[in-house]
């Protein structure tokens, strides 16, 4: 029998007692923000769980679109993955070597696709190693499989569906203080600065303990409150381009919100369209 998967979240123990059960695909997600000096895949290529393979953010994504990693079509989507040797059996372990979190984003797009057996590797690649873990360089063998994808639209949220949401459903912005605020330029050239009308702002790094790992459900419950989100209510994330809006996701679906949106083009798409609306300065208290 497969092993039970505690979804969200797996800790190292968990996957070291597991890691070589045939149903488990353990996949590094890692995206870098592209100032950061560093690629996903060349880091896996120097070390990397063993048996792991890379899932690469930018590539698998609709590139018709002119926003970075939009969510692909779900049968692009399912013959990337299923290259990667996950079918609809397979319980699969993400995780990150990232100041991002990224491996949230492949964990929300799995589940968009309707694959629900994949959690996030509690403290990433530093955290299984922190338990004893082993890495290696050595590629792994993959056996490519099937995986249908089963489209969850619930899970995805458009430009339009945001702007149609603005006064009725609460919006939850993952990116840092100072660009929610409009007090500084945003990264990305052309983009307007603030945030979505509305919107809460609670930086994504603020889920996580010094060391790396996803804190407490209390914890976590106590930073979605003071950022006036009431958790028992639907919530839509977004970020800068729909990276860390996912890591927004993974933490209230630890906290049983598991049906929680992600708007995909994020402040990316919505900064960069003068038509739409936009407010500065800190949250507005609705």
């Not at 059960?21 to 990397?48: E, L, Q």
Request: charged share 20%; hydrophobic share 40%.
């Amino acid at each position: 029998m497969p092993p039970s998967l505690p979804t969200p979240i797996v800790s190292p123990d968990w996957l070291i007692q597991h890691l070589d059960h045939p149903s488990v695909v353990v996949i590094d997600a890692s995206w870098h923000m592209p100032d950061a000096g560093r690629k996903g895949a060349d880091d896996f290529a120097r070390r990397h769980i063993p048996g792991a393979r890379f899932f690469d953010i930018d590539a698998v994504s609709d590139v018709s679109s002119p926003y970075p990693h939009m969510l692909p079509s779900p049968a692009d989507f399912a013959a990337a993955v299923g290259a990667l040797g996950i079918s609809n059996d397979s319980l699969v372990i993400v995780y990150d070597d990232s100041a991002v979190r990224s491996a949230a984003r492949l964990w929300w797009s799995l589940r968009a696709m309707g694959h629900d057996t994949v959690a996030v590797l509690l403290g990433g690649l530093a955290g299984w190693i922190a338990a004893g873990g082993t890495v290696t360089d050595a590629p792994g063998e993959i056996t490519r499989r099937t995986f249908v994808p089963d489209f969850q639209p619930g899970l995805v949220r458009s430009r339009t569906d945001v702007l149609a949401a603005l006064d009725n459903i609460q919006i939850l912005d993952a990116r840092a203080a100072a660009r929610f605020e409009g007090s500084v330029p945003e990264p990305r050239p052309g983009l307007r600065s603030g945030h979505i009308p509305g919107a809460r702002n609670l930086p994504f790094g603020q889920l996580f303990n010094a060391d790396g790992h996803l804190k407490s459900a209390d914890d976590l419950q106590s930073a979605f409150d003071a950022a006036g989100i009431d958790t028992g209510k639907p919530v839509i994330t977004s970020c800068g381009s729909g990276i860390t809006a996912s890591v927004l996701a993974l933490g209230l679906a630890t906290l049983g919100r598991d049906d929680t949106a992600v708007y995909d083009g994020s402040w990316t798409e919505w900064g960069s369209d003068p038509d739409l609306p936009l407010e500065t300065g800190t949250a507005s208290t609705k």
